[in-house]
């Protein structure tokens, strides 16, 4: 069989799985979570085992890429705890808005349901691969996985253990499926399937990103990149703005919602700048700052235009001395990708301005951009965070990997 | 200037003017709408002039296209009520779902923003000119307008009217903005520029939708087509039955939520059909039917395996006698294409299971198929029905038009 009919044949089969998939109770999705998180449980060595052979294989990685692609004890555990949250929290599907009454009596509501087949595309981390079953499940999805080539070894053995036990657990055959076929051509053509898968959400760099949107013929959610900014306000705090700088920089580096540039109004940046550079600096932070901050921070660097809208996710934080609020906004036009614009303000009607005027998919006041996070917002768990302005925005839990439908009762209506 | 870069410089515009349209007041908008209302009433005769001068250059188009093109007055009329309406109705920009706080103190919830640049590419109808520039103009959307060329003069005579009005209501300029060369190549160049148009609504044909979902690299909502079943259950009351599908086929069968197929129980077959049969030959319908149906109504025609799932558009009518719900549903499944489906009964059970089971924008008990409609189901207005399943699903309202951003209240939070 050539790559091509492999791949419909296989989303043939997860489109088929998704029927029956959407229809199932609450309870039975919910036992399959849990035996496919015991599952992991009891086998641990295999899966180590086969991470093994991945790392084995992994001679060209970078430092970065072999720590995502290394499954610790911790991150295997971790998997099982993800699938027992995931079972714990409440089912989307079937939740019903208010109904209203039309004036000719007829009855309308909306419902949610599964979106049906939901494609995954994704690198290195595989326990991307069991969070993501968890949740395509619980939503009622069947779900098509492709994960890196780098990881296959992991990914096969974890995706052979849900399937058995979801399949034990009376989970319909293809509701879980995997490409194992290493060959880029299966991305492409999976890319290329309307008839059989509903959306794309690609995980992973740019490269991943524009690859996928490039090619998809199939509607696409994006978990593209944050380059977050902090606008530390005239009327800010200034030990809350250090403390909450400090901590979107450094706390977690490499992650998509850490902040990559401050931009400091310029009444305060004397007062300000020295005190927080030289914390930045001790924590090892590398500073590149406009010509004004390099003047206010010892040994910080001089940034480059190319520094403006960089998303480093790394221990390097641009700085600019702004005139004003309009000037910072104006900045984060030019520059920001639309995840998380915080500012650091006691000023009410400042912060007002900035929350109306400023679009992002988070935007918040004296907090750290880093609790732009589905489990920190409180939504129980998330699929990733969306960068696409539609269906969803922000972390991206069990509601978004819904959609609805109109439900209408009459008695008979006919339109006029 | 080639096409590519004079279709760039055009979306540029679009985009420049969405950021300040996102956040303009309400009443500027509403009495911009006004104002455009106003401006096409006071230009009734240059629209007509227009107009006539499209329909004197259609000399090969069909008499459903020619109806489609011809501006009658009260489709001009219509134009006015239509934006007058949007102006009544409320504002989604900036509706604030409730907040919630989290166990650290912060306080979370999310507001409706514009979607930013809407993309729109249509047939034929000048009106829809008029009716989506309003819409996107009342959710805060910068539009990009595509018509066909077959109504070139009289969509220019009408962007013109609105522009011109628009800006001197404090609209900014390139808010509403026409591609007003005819060369097909502006629409391939248009679905790429993913740096300035944020979605792409389709309006039109099979072909315009083949044509934009696989060239797009642009999110795309479709408005596709309408195959819908009516299923007459063993339970219904066979007088509602024959009204109710009289109407959904016969009313205006031209449009997408009308019937082109009626799933009958064989238990009522005997008694319901020969009624509704004749009925509806009365009324000029065709009737194509299972050998059972044809051997119970006098002249029906056999329908071939094309008949099913075909979006016939006109007085025509696919009627197969079935075993069960359960074939009914499977035979919807088969051949429906998600778009409206109705159970005609009175056993609550069963109307249940339909409303859970059957998956499409909108499933009805008792009721019409012609009421899938953003009108009918109160929503105030509409862009078309929604096919897609991600972001919006049915009819398209205003507040389908916009998305969401979260907004974060903190006081110093910083993530452990």
Excluded at 122 to 146: F, H, I, M, W
């Amino acid at each position: 069989m050539n790559i091509r009919d492999w791949v419909i044949e296989r989303a043939r089969q997860a489109k088929l799985a998704s029927r029956p998939l959407s229809i199932l109770s609450t309870e039975v999705k919910n036992q399959a979570l849990e035996a496919m998180a015991d599952a992991i449980k009891a086998n641990e060595p295999a899966i180590a085992d086969a991470n093994r052979k991945d790392l084995d294989a992994a001679t060209s990685l970078s430092t970065a890429m072999l720590d995502r692609l290394t499954l610790t004890p911790k991150r295997i555990a971790d998997m099982q705890t993800g699938l027992r949250d995931v079972a714990a929290l409440p089912d989307p599907v079937g939740s019903r808005s208010d109904m209203w009454t039309r004036p000719n009596g007829l009855q309308i509501g909306r419902v949610r349901v599964p979106i049906g087949v939901i494609g995954i595309i994704y690198e290195s981390r595989p326990n991307v691969t069991a969070d993501t079953a968890g949740l395509c499940l619980k939503s009622g999805n069947a779900v098509v996985l492709r994960g890196g080539s780098e990881a296959i070894h992991s990914n096969t053995a974890i995706v052979n253990i849900l399937t058995g036990a979801a399949s034990d657990a009376g989970i319909p055959a293809g509701a879980i499926t995997f490409l194992d076929n290493p060959d880029r051509q299966a991305v492409t053509e999976m890319l290329s399937l309307t008839e059989y898968i509903d959306l794309i959400i690609p995980r992973g760099g740019e490269g991943l990103m524009n690859a996928v949107t490039s090619q998809s013929k199939i509607p696409v959610i994006k978990h593209d990149k944050g380059v977050c900014h902090i606008y530390v306000d005239r009327d800010a705090d200034l030990q809350m703005a250090q403390d909450v700088s400090f901590n979107a920089k450094v706390q977690r580096p490499g992650t998509c919602n850490a902040t990559e540039a401050l931009l400091v109004h310029e009444h305060i940046a004397p007062t300000f700048l020295p005190a927080i550079g030289m914390k930045l600096q001790a924590a090892g932070v590398e500073i590149r700052g406009c010509p004004k901050t390099v003047s206010l921070i010892p040994n910080a660097k001089r940034a480059t235009e190319d520094d403006w809208g960089k998303e480093f996710l790394e221990l390097i934080l641009a700085i600019k001395i702004v005139d004003d609020m309009d000037a910072a906004m104006k900045h984060i036009v030019s520059y920001g990708s639309e995840h998380t614009e915080t500012i650091i303000t006691n000023n009410e009607a400042a912060s007002q301005r900035f929350l109306k005027e400023v679009d992002a998919s988070a935007v918040m006041v004296n907090a750290s951009t880093r609790f732009n996070d589905g489990f920190q917002f409180g939504l129980g768990a998330e699929m990733g965070i969306s960068t696409t302005r539609i269906h969803a925005r922000g972390p991206m839990g069990l509601e978004e990997l819904t959609c609805q439908k109109f439900v209408v009762h009459g008695n008979g209506q006919v339109r006029e």
